[in-house]
């Protein structure tokens, strides 16, 4: 089992900034791609950004590149989402999540762990 922890989320005025962070622990794999996902409140979950074990290949969605960056620390088990130039519509529960396969995926269904989710909320 891998378990999940996000952490990072709050308010935040539009143009604003925040970086989550996702702790991994438990039985991490040694090849495991990383992502984030969101939904908002009546919708679904949405890919975000993906990470492979290395770091070294990433992929966003086209609605967020440009302004999230997504990113990993081996050393502390940690991925990060930096996000910048938030609009009212990133406004959603934010999800971390952990595939036992390498490879950047982005179908939520691709992925085996996730997180309990930490809420962004863009003001405008």
């Known amino acids: 089992q891998v378990q999940l922890d996000e952490s990072g989320g709050g308010v935040v005025q539009a143009g604003g900034s925040l970086r989550l962070s996702c702790a991994a622990s438990?039985?991490?794999?040694?090849?495991?791609?990383m992502g984030w996902f969101r939904q908002a409140p009546g919708k679904e979950r949405d890919f975000v950004a993906a990470i492979s074990w290395s770091g070294g290949n990433t992929a966003y969605a086209d609605s967020v590149k440009g302004r999230f960056t997504i990113s990993r620390d081996h050393t502390k088990n940690l991925v990060y989402l930096q996000m910048f130039s938030l609009k009212p519509e990133d406004t959603a529960v934010y999800y971390c999540?952990?595939?036992?396969?390498?490879?950047?995926?982005?179908?939520?269904?691709?992925?085996?762990?996730w997180g309990q989710g930490t809420q962004v909320t863009v003001s405008s």
């Open positions: 438990g039985r991490t794999a040694s090849n495991n791609a």
């Open positions: 999540a952990s595939r036992s396969r390498g490879g950047l995926r982005v179908a939520a269904n691709d992925y085996d762990y």
